[in-house]
């Protein structure tokens, strides 16, 4: 893939839903390296944005770009999609499966790699989030910390059904949401270290100041729609913008008003 190629590409993009219009005309792009927070009140259209990314949604109007490629169809419509990867807030392991087939899940179900191929990879992945030895567990025999640096483990794992030219795109939804001050730390410093070792870029959608502050370089905020501020994480610490003050002071008073106001 030529450098400096935009990773992620949104142009005059819309959604609807129903009569709600969830993104309005909102134009974004994103290079290789960037680590991405999105901020803004409940109900703005942040995890909208991560679906779209994700594959599981199409804009109603207007285009989105993922390393090039123009999405107009979903995800699973796609013989050779961009490589995008979802950590969600709830770590979202099968009960059934182990910690070793629930990281391995995808690539055994492709059946293109050999079962020792698949383990190495496994095990490799655990070992990069500190798991090396609890790949023959069940989710339920872990705590819920753990199942979370599972979940990254399985991010770690490439679908060798994504396009090999695409530079990954690794999406976190409140990955820190509910945790205390340790645990938060614990899991920015292995967001950091996944995408890193993953060689992408990443997009976290959070209201955690020490989510945004340590594992993003770039921050947006969205409000009604619209991305209201974009600036480096250093200019966000300090922006006198309405919008970005309200959003860190979490003052009652300013232009994004509460849902049930």
Same mark, same amino acid.
């Given at each position: ?32 390296? !960037?680590?991405?927070?999105?901020? #803004? ?62 990281v391995g899940f995808l690539l055994e179900k492709q059946k293109i790699f050999? !079962? ?96 945004? !502050? ?10 009604? #729609? ?33 849902e049930d106001s």
């Amino acid at each position: 893939m030529p450098k400096n190629t935009q990773v992620m590409l949104m142009k005059d993009l819309s959604v609807e839903l129903g009569s709600n219009k969830v993104l309005n005309e909102v134009n974004l792009s994103m290079s290789p390296g !960037e680590r991405l927070a999105i901020v #803004g009140p409940s109900g703005s259209g942040k995890s909208t944005i991560l679906r779209l990314l994700a594959g599981l949604l199409l804009p109603t109007n207007g285009s989105l770009q993922i390393s090039g490629i123009e999405q107009n169809y979903l995800r699973l419509d796609q013989n050779n999609p961009p490589d995008v990867r979802l950590v969600f807030q709830n770590p979202a392991l099968l009960a059934s499966l182990t910690v070793r087939e629930n990281v391995g899940f995808l690539l055994e179900k492709q059946k293109i790699f050999s !079962e020792e191929i698949i383990h190495k990879k496994v095990i490799n992945c655990l070992e990069k989030v500190g798991l090396y030895d609890v790949a023959e567990k069940f989710p339920n025999q872990l705590s819920g910390g753990m199942q979370k640096r599972v979940s990254f483990a399985r991010a770690l794992i490439s679908d060798s059904n994504t396009g090999k030219d695409s530079i990954p795109l690794l999406l976190y939804d409140e990955p820190t949401a509910g945790l205390d001050p340790i645990a938060c730390t614990r899991i920015e410093d292995l967001m950091i270290k996944t995408t890193d070792a993953a060689k992408g870029c990443s997009i976290v959608v959070s209201h955690v100041s020490s989510t945004i !502050e340590r594992t993003a370089n770039r921050v947006i905020l969205l409000y009604d #729609g619209k991305f209201k501020w974009d600036g480096s994480i250093d200019q966000f610490k300090q922006s006198e913008n309405s919008y970005v003050k309200q959003f860190r002071t979490g003052n009652l008073q300013g232009p994004m008003q509460p849902e049930d106001s």
